[in-house]
């Protein structure tokens, strides 16, 4: 992104060249790389430690009903997806995909930790303005987590067996 710094992208083409000599060598991972965010001012603790992890990253693999929810446009520089697998009207397990700045993958995967249990109705009571204070996202980047509240109700319109509305 355009706030990337020299050292960051110095950073990262040297973990990627030392991934992908890991990989083609067949050896596991034994140990994880100190990432470099952890210095940065741009972003709270909880973010960075996200951005490690990301918990909840990736499409479920389920057959159960799964509600589906997407918002944003990659080309505008900010996509997410969001699926909760749905068994007996409350959310059993949560996924998502994202394209964006890195307080909105934290973000995505802040909620997805927090919504299983959940059901329809409070989903839909979900604000984005909770992750917001408990990931210390930057007024700037509001627009990023607003991104993250439309997948949410596009999802409560997408939950299944239903066809009520959510305006």
């Known amino acids: ?59 479920l693999e389920t057959d159960g009903p799964v509600a589906k929810g997407r918002a944003g446009e990659r080309e505008q520089g900010c996509e997410v997806a969001l699926e909760f697998e749905v068994r007996d009207g409350r959310i ?18 802040w909620l997805t930790e927090r919504v299983r249990g959940w059901s329809r109705e409070q989903l839909a009571d979900w604000d984005w303005q909770e992750a917001a204070r408990a990931l210390e996202v930057p007024p700037a980047k509001s627009g990023r987590l607003l991104t993250l509240q439309d997948a949410v109700r596009d999802a409560v319109r997408n939950w299944p067996e239903t066809n009520r509305s959510t305006v």
């Not at 059993?92 to 995967?109: I, V, Y």
Request: neutral net charge; charged residues 25%; contains cysteine.
């Open 1 to 59: 992104g355009r706030f990337t710094t020299v050292e960051e992208v110095d950073y990262a083409a040297e973990r990627i060249g030392e991934e992908v000599t890991r990989l083609r060598e067949g050896r596991g991972r034994c140990c994880s790389a100190a990432p470099r965010l952890q210095t940065d001012a741009r972003y709270s603790a909880e973010v960075y430690l996200r951005l490690h992890a990301l918990p909840g990253a990736g499409a």
């Open 92 to 109: 059993a397990a949560a996924g998502f995909t994202a394209f964006g700045c890195p307080h909105l993958l934290a973000a995505a995967s």
